[in-house]
């Protein structure tokens, strides 16, 4: 079973710039979650979709956006990049209320 | 603030020591998981620990929930090299749906 697969593994953009970052989940899961990974805050949960839908969402600014296809594949958007958001973008995949199965991530570097 | 607070932050021991992780905090979760980390990787499950007072061990790791579901700490025994790498406690507290809270992560750096 192939597991979650990020795109791409490496960015680096500048400061106003926008990305978008790309994540498959495992075939059979329906519930994708983005977190913010950094060395001072830890991991910080962006927010979650199922089926479509955004069920939660952490406390970031309107700048960080996402949605999910209807094959569950899912896709995060940040706009006017700024150097704080240099990070480790993690995409998570579940079957509702289980453990996360985690891809590799996306390693952000705004200059 | 964090919801789940990991003691201690970084960890360094030689190799066969004893070592306890502690994940603390004062919200009751329904089911709480540990990940290891390595550099480069995501996240990879541990175990997930479900009732209260529940222990569950995997190999020289030993892992504990405490009673009133507010707490976990993860006990690894004759610790070796290979046990390098960040330990995230994360919980899923009842009608938050499927919403992960992580702790702040502990760096255990096991010298040969």
């Known amino acids: 079973k192939a597991g979650v697969t990020q795109t791409p593994r490496y960015l680096i953009k500048t400061r106003g710039q926008q990305v978008t970052l790309s994540c498959s989940p495992i075939?059979?899961?329906?519930?994708v979650s983005w977190y913010q990974q950094t060395p001072g805050q830890g991991l910080q949960f962006l927010f979650e979709y199922f089926s479509e839908t955004q069920r939660n969402k952490g406390n970031f600014p309107g700048r960080f956006s996402g949605r999910q296809f209807s094959n569950s594949r899912s896709e995060m958007n940040v706009s006017t990049l700024e150097l704080g958001d240099s990070a480790l973008y993690l995409c998570?995949?579940?079957?509702?209320?289980?453990?996360?199965?985690f891809g590799n991530g996306t390693r952000l570097t705004v200059t | 603030t964090q919801l789940l607070e990991q003691s201690p932050q970084f960890l360094s021991i030689q190799e066969g020591e004893n070592l306890t992780v502690y994940c603390n905090s004062s919200s009751v979760f329904s089911s709480l998981q540990w990940y290891r980390q390595e550099p480069g990787e995501g996240p990879v499950l541990l175990v997930t620990v479900v009732t209260g007072g529940e222990v569950k061990k995997l190999k020289r790791l030993t892992f504990q929930f405490g009673d009133a579901r507010k707490d976990s700490s993860l006990h690894i025994t004759a610790a070796q090299p290979g046990d390098t790498g960040l330990y995230l406690c994360?919980?899923?507290?009842?009608?938050?749906?499927?919403?992960?809270?992580f702790g702040t992560g502990t760096s255990l750096t096991v010298i040969p």
């Open positions: 998570a995949s579940s079957l509702y209320n289980s453990p996360l199965h």
């Open positions: 075939s059979g899961h329906r519930s």
């Open positions: 994360a919980g899923i507290q009842l009608f938050t749906g499927n919403q992960f809270y």
